[in-house]
């Protein structure tokens, strides 16, 4: 199983959701490229976004509205340098995606623009509710013809290749598994950028894919890079109802189209918690959701979509209707039960403004990189504008000193085959893990339960340190167990990294209430968590 093969690559980019599919495409004008990504090229948490992208197009719009929405959303965490220069290239970015193929919705032959929570403008550009599936499908279509990028899907990236130079650690490529023959790939590249994604699936209800484990984050984390912010966990205030492991998603869009939040007496409760009502930031929704459920002893919220017309619904929100009519439910006419779940995690891999990391070689862009303009708590649809402006930066920092730099060809270590762990051990540990962060790191916290979560979390990687070191000398051969069990070690990882801190930040800001410290604390906590590697 442990033959391996080897490329060399100027430029390599891990994962294929809009970062690192726009990265390729950018620096395929001045290198060859090569991605590698652990499913088909088409998993991505992109794939999965119903919501669109926030630029200023309006005209009643302004960069300094759109600066100042994600300023205040982001709960004094914001870099607001990184703001500007994310709002700034937001209506480049849209016409870029158009250039690559995107087709977006339009109302009179004009972009269509609509609103979501937080934002106090029209800006929100949408390809109906099927944003994600529209761009994968078009920088794909882009990516698959482009004579310098080549893709290596089904390869699963099981750590970074670091190496020493006369001024340190350096990263110089990555280890995958192909998970279909077996066989490890080792990629020697100049430069390397973590596109991999979110974290969500590391709790029990999520709206992301199974495959949103984190593994940028810990990879980068355990090759020495610096982590920050990562107690940021956004939750998305309206997935379906029962939420399944992947909770179905009710865009935010719907209520930026008038649906409003009802308890099961019927009433539109936001308005007792925000003066913005359904349209508030989504901690605050969350939240209020939340505080309705343990007040009322109800497993869900409904959300109204009925004064909506049906034309409107059947047009701009297919996705919606198909999902709830999968479960029997027609919004046109029906309320539709919705729970908040885990969506988005707001911090990951510290980076520069052009995607370094504290890690020489390595850069991040999209979701697991923290770019520092979210701060404690995302603006809706700024995600996928961040992942298009920040991949941008780091293809011209690297396109500025690729000429000068080869591949390192030192000898790093190939990774311990972890295939013979039990399987049952492995679905055990992460359903253990995604219960216990759903319980204890969920939207509303206590500082004496992260403590909590904390021990429990340290037995757990325990007794999965125990699996490993016995696994590495009992290989069974089947690849894709041993990356299911990257995946978990990946999951634990990122776990301790949430837990720590949560359990440093005594206050509440943003994505992170502790109800033992309700209060914001700008004398001490005005800063980001930042988690140096041991
Ligand atoms: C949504 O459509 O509600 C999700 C979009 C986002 O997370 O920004």
Known sequence: MTSAGRIDAKVLVIGTGIAGLTFALRAAEFADVVLV?????????????????????GESDSFADHVADTIRVGAGLCYQQRVAELVANGPGAVTDLIEWGVRFSKSDGRLALGMEGGHSRPRIVHSQDLTGPAIETALLEAVGLHPRIAVYEHHMALSLRVTQTDNGSRCAGVWALDEENGQLLEVRATSTLLATGGAAALFQHTTNPAIATGDGVAMAYQSGAIVANMEFVQFHPTALYPAEERAFLITEALRGEGAVLRNAGGEA????????????????????????????????????????????????????????????IDPRVEL???????????????????????????????????????????????????????????????????????????????????????????????????RLMWERLGIVRAHSSIAAAASQLAELRKGWAEL???????????????????????MLEVAALIVRCALWRRESRGLHFDSEHPHRDNEVFLRDSILSPP
Request: aromatic fraction near 4%; charged fraction near 25%; glycine fraction near 10%.
């Open 37 to 57: 990504t652990k499913k088909s090229r088409v998993d991505s948490n992109t794939n999965y976004a119903q919501g669109g992208i926030a630029a200023v197009l």
């Open 269 to 328: 409760f936001m308005k007792r918690y925000d003066p913005r009502a359904d349209l508030a930031p989504r901690d605050v929704v969350a939240r209020a959701i939340h505080a309705e459920l343990i007040a009322t002893g109800e497993t869900n919220a409904w959300l109204d979509a009925t004064a909506i017309s049906a034309h409107r619904l059947e047009e701009t929100f297919p996705t919606v209707l198909g999902g709830c009519g999968r479960s029997g």
């Open 336 to 434: 539709i039960p919705v729970v908040p779940a885990a969506h988005y995690v707001c911090g990951g891999v510290w980076t520069e403004i052009d995607g370094r990391t504290t890690l020489p070689g390595l850069f991040a862009a999209g979701e697991c990189a923290c770019t520092g303009v979210h701060g404690a708590n995302r603006l809706a649809s700024n995600s996928l504008l961040e992942a298009v402006v920040f991949s941008e930066r780091a293809a011209g920092r690297i396109a500025s000193d690729v000429d000068e730099s080869k591949p390192d060809d030192a000898h790093t270590p190939a990774p311990s085959d972890l295939s013979g762990i039990e399987s049952e051990a492995v679905e055990e540990t992460r359903a253990a893990l995604k």
């Open 468 to 490: 490993v070191s016995g696994a590495a000398r009992e290989p069974d051969g089947d690849p894709t167990a041993w990356g299911r069990a990257v995946e978990t070690s990946n």
